[in-house]
């Protein structure tokens, strides 16, 4: 479990990096609503040689690897619930970084979040206890002939 959780946080802060980098970039760029279809194309252009949009796609492609990877060895059901960290460090770089609000009620939000993380995991860790200790019974009442 503890490789699970470090390559997760790993691929959450590429992730959450990776958007922070894109959002900034994009709102550089401007406001693709009050475009034309010209003007989209010529931000879409602008967008491939920005600093800011060409490594926030290189985070995110970083981060696409390492959930391949953890998807390779954890449950579906473990490592899913792993990427709601990202609403922390989401919250905390917006608004250290971006100078987003966020308000009391997302943060409460934000701790039932991990608290349903916290609980996913613990189950997932007994879960695989107990799925090894009838696995090592079986074995023993099997070499045993009971």
């Keep these: 479990m503890f490789k699970t959780i470090l390559l997760m946080i790993l691929a959450v ?3 959450t990096v990776g958007d922070l980098l894109l959002a900034k970039g994009m ?6 609503s009050t475009m034309n279809l010209r003007g989209i194309m010529e931000v879409a252009l602008r967008a491939m040689t920005e600093w800011k949009i060409v490594a926030g796609t290189a985070m995110l492609a970083l981060f696409f690897f390492l959930w391949l990877a953890v998807l390779s060895w954890e449950d579906l059901s473990v490592a899913l ?10 919250a905390l770089l917006a608004k250290y970084i971006l100078h987003e609000q966020v308000s009391p009620l997302r943060w409460a939000g934000i701790t039932l979040v991990c608290i349903g993380v916290m609980l996913i995991t613990k189950s997932s860790a007994d879960s695989k206890q107990t799925a090894t200790a009838v696995t090592t019974t079986v074995k023993i009442e099997s070499r045993t002939g009971g």
């Design 13 to 15: 802060t590429a992730g």
């Design 27 to 32: 709102k550089e760029l401007g406001d693709l």
């Design 81 to 90: 619930p792993l990427q709601a960290l990202n609403y922390v460090l989401v």
